[in-house]
């Protein structure tokens, strides 16, 4: 797979994606630590570049911050909410290479979502899998073609790596049905 080119349009798409998702589980990391705000920051910055706004030095550093909270987080669930939100400023940068771990910057933030809410119903693996099936009905199709440009990810030993895997195969078999529809 050659790589590709990726419009400010394309990023608009897939960082409003990811920020839609990270602004849902925002709450979680805030009842975990009202007083850090570096999650919120980098959804605002995500939401400022999908606004209209260039790409600038504020969506990657506030990445980066957003990302050493997800360290700082006293649990998994909010270390997943600050991990999502830094992953919807970090978007803006998605780069064209056609690799698969570039599909973790589209997809992290839905995926962490899923999770979170399996780990806050005490683990549940079926509350996981309903949660992706609502993500699939709330992903926009120019998201899936965004996606489609990227080789599918390989399933791993964590729940989050196989939910990624997961999410990606029902994404791609959607738009397989659409194209066949069509």
Avoid at 115 to 138: F, K, Q, T
Wanted: proline share 5%.
């Amino acid at each position: 797979m050659a790589d590709f080119e990726l419009t400010d349009d394309d990023l608009r798409v897939v960082v409003g994606y990811a920020t839609q998702w990270a602004a849902e589980v925002l709450p979680v990391f805030e009842r975990a630590q009202p007083d850090d705000d570096r999650p919120r920051a980098a959804i605002e910055a995500a939401r400022e570049f999908t606004g209209g706004a260039r790409r600038s030095a504020r969506q990657r550093s506030s990445a980066f911050a957003a990302h050493r909270a997800a360290k700082d987080a006293p649990s998994e669930v909010a270390r997943l909410a600050a991990q999502a939100a830094g992953d919807a400023a970090a978007a803006c940068y998605l780069h064209p290479i056609a690799r698969a771990h570039q599909v973790g910057h589209i997809l992290r933030a839905p995926t962490n979502r899923a999770l979170i809410a399996e780990l806050e119903s005490g683990g549940d693996p079926e509350v996981g899998n309903e949660m992706l099936e609502a993500v699939c009905r709330r992903t926009p199709s120019e998201l899936v073609d965004v996606l489609c440009r990227y080789p599918e990810p390989r399933g791993g030993a964590s729940r989050s790596t196989r939910l990624m895997a997961d999410l990606d195969r029902r994404l791609r078999a959607s738009r397989r049905r659409t194209d066949l529809d069509a």
